[in-house]
C-alpha cells in the first residue's frame, strides 16, 4: 500500500508518499519534481544502506536526471551553515539551475540542510527527502533542524519548501523501539497539536503500531502531516508556535545532564512537564494531562530518574527561552487541539519545577 498525500502548506504543497516499498516507485515520484529532468544533486549521511541508495540513484536515472552525489563521513558535522556551504560549493561544481532538484537520503540533519541550499541555491529549487529515520518520516514535509554557526548551536532555520517526501516503511519498521522513540515523541506532539478528534484517535492507533501493522504506520504519520500542516497556515501567530511544545524543557534538561538521557526522553520529559505547565495557566484539563503519559508509557517512553536543583533547572529553562526570543513564554496546550503562548508566572514555574523534579529524584531509589 503506497498512500499519496498532498501536504498543503498554504501556497505550496508537497507530495507525501508512504508505504512499505514506496522506494520501489521512486522513479515515477521524483519525475514530477520538476519539469524537465536534467540534474540532480544527491546528498547522502554517512552509513546510508547500499540498497537504499541503489533504489534512489536508479530512479531518479530512470526518471531522466543526470546524478551528481555527495555523501557524508561519519565525522562530519551536518547540520550547520558550514556544511550547507560545502553542499553550495558541490552544486556549483555539478553546475546545478534554479530547474534541478537536492535530492536528500538520510535523518533530519541531511535533511534540514539541504532544505537550507534547496531555499538558498538559485533563489530555489526542488527539494526531495527520502528519509531512513522515523522521526524525519514525521518531520521531513513540514519542518527542519535548525542548524549550528561555528559560535552557536541551532538558530538557522525557516520553513521549508519541499516538494517531495518519500517514506518507505520498510526502512524503519524493523528498527528497534529505541531508534524510533524520537519519532514517537514527535507523533504524541502531532496528535496534541491536531485536533481533539486526532488525539482520541491515536490512542486507538497505538495497538496497531505495536504489533507492526503497516496501516497503523501510515495513518499516524498521516495524521502528524495534518497537524503540522496547520501549524504552519494558522492566522494566529501564537498557534504558528505550537512546534515548541516541549522544546524549551527539553533543551534546558539536555544542557543540564548533557548526554545522560536520549532526546527523545528529554523531549517527552517537556512534554509532561509544560502539560502540567497547562492545567494551572490555561486550566487544560487533567484527564488529558495524565492520557498524554499514559500514551507515552504506551509507547514505551518511559520517565527517567534524575536528581536536579531546581533553581539550576529554571535558570536552565528561562536560558533556552531567552536565546530564541525577547520574552519567557511557551507554547503549551490549552486544550488537545489548541497550543498557544503562554507566559509563566516565576511562582507558578517554581511550583511545578519543585514538584517535577522531586518526582524525578524520587524515582532514583524506586
Request: net charge negative; aromatic share 8%.
Amino acid at each position: 500500500m503506497i498512500r499519496r498525500q498532498l501536504v498543503n502548506l498554504g501556497g505550496f504543497g508537497c507530495d507525501y508518499r508512504i508505504g512499505c516499498g514506496a522506494l520501489g516507485d521512486f522513479s515515477r515520484f521524483a519525475s514530477n519534481v520538476v519539469a524537465t529532468p536534467k540534474r540532480a544533486v544527491l546528498v547522502i549521511e554517512a552509513g546510508a544502506v547500499d540498497s537504499t541508495l541503489t533504489l534512489v540513484n536508479r530512479g531518479l536515472i530512470d526518471a531522466g536526471f543526470r546524478v551528481y552525489t555527495m555523501q557524508f563521513a561519519p565525522d562530519d558535522s551536518v547540520c550547520t551553515v558550514d556544511c550547507a556551504l560545502r553542499i553550495q560549493e558541490f552544486c556549483a561544481e555539478s553546475q546545478l539551475t534554479c530547474d534541478d532538484v537536492i535530492v536528500s537520503v538520510g535523518g533530519m540533519d541531511v535533511a534540514s540542510v539541504v532544505d537550507y541550499v534547496a531555499m538558498s541555491w538559485c533563489g530555489g529549487c526542488a527539494c526531495a527527502h527520502v528519509p531512513t529515520t522515523f522521526d524525519a518520516m514525521c518531520l521531513a514535509a513540514t519542518r527542519m533542524r535548525p542548524l549550528g554557526l561555528s559560535s552557536a548551536h541551532e538558530l538557522v532555520s525557516f520553513h521549508p519548501h519541499v516538494s517531495l517526501v518519500v517514506c518507505d516503511l520498510d526502512l524503519v519498521m524493523g528498527q528497534s523501539a529505541d531508534d524510533k522513540m524520537l519519532g514517537l515523541v514527535y507523533l504524541v506532539a502531532a496528535a496534541m497539536t491536531e485536533s481533539t478528534r486526532s488525539w482520541e484517535n491515536f490512542a486507538k492507533k497505538i495497538p496497531g503500531y505495536l504489533a507492526g501493522e503497516e496501516v497503523a504506520y501510515i495513518d499516524m504519520l498521516g495524521m502528524a502531516q495534518t497537524a503540522w500542516s496547520g501549524v504552519l497556515k494558522a492566522s494566529n501567530p501564537s498557534a504558528r508556535k505550537a512546534f515548541n511544545y516541549g522544546q524549551p524543557t527539553a533543551r534546558a534538561l539536555a544542557s543540564c545532564l548533557g548526554d545522560s538521557f536520549a532526546p527523545a526522553q528529554y523531549l517527552a520529559e517537556g512534554l509532561r512537564f509544560e502539560a502540567r505547565l497547562a492545567h494551572e495557566v490555561f486550566g487544560l484539563d487533567l484527564d488529558t494531562v495524565f492520557d498524554q503519559d499514559d500514551r507515552l508509557d504506551d509507547l514505551g517512553i518511559e520517565e527517567i530518574a534524575f536528581d536536579l536543583d531546581v533553581d539550576v533547572f529554571i535558570a536552565a529553562l528561562k536560558r533556552e527561552a531567552y536565546r530564541l526570543a525577547n520574552r519567557f513564554m511557551l507554547s503549551i496546550p490549552k486544550a488537545s487541539g489548541t497550543i498557544r503562548l503562554a507566559t509563566v508566572d516565576d511562582d507558578v514555574l517554581e511550583r511545578h519545577a519543585k514538584a517535577y523534579l522531586s518526582s524525578r529524584a524520587d524515582l532514583i531509589n524506586g
